[in-house]
């Protein structure tokens, strides 16, 4: 039997408190517009340039958050994507780190990394 799993991940879910709120962070770092609609009152789904995100209020409890980066976006100018986040006003734990790649947190306290690719 052929192995029917795909080497392919559809997306990751990230545990939010306020999906609205979520949203509007998230689609504002990643120069989205928001004209997604929340469904079940708890999901919010980004579509993004292969494996997607879901952001959660369902799951979300405090001790479920990501202490750690389980995945990273893509920038190609690792200097100007640090420096667009700090005017941003995001929370960045890091400062870029072997000139490849720095953490930040959303403003649930997720851990989100970016790295150059």
Request: one cysteine or more; aromatic letters at 12%.
């Amino acid at each position: 039997m052929d192995n029917p799993i795909l080497k392919q991940i559809g997306t990751v879910f990230i545990p939010v408190s306020n999906i609205e709120k979520a949203r509007d962070w998230y689609c504002d770092i990643l120069g989205l517009k928001t004209d997604g609609e929340i469904q079940f009152g708890h999901l919010y789904v980004i579509h993004m340039e292969g494996t997607g995100i879901v952001l959660d209020s369902k799951i979300y409890l405090e001790d479920r958050i990501f202490k750690t980066p389980v995945f990273h976006f893509n920038t190609k100018n690792i200097e100007e994507a640090f420096h667009f986040m700090k005017i941003k006003g995001v929370n960045l734990i890091t400062e870029i780190e072997h000139n490849h790649y720095f953490n930040f947190k959303d403003p649930d306290g997720n851990i989100l990394m970016i790295c150059e690719c």
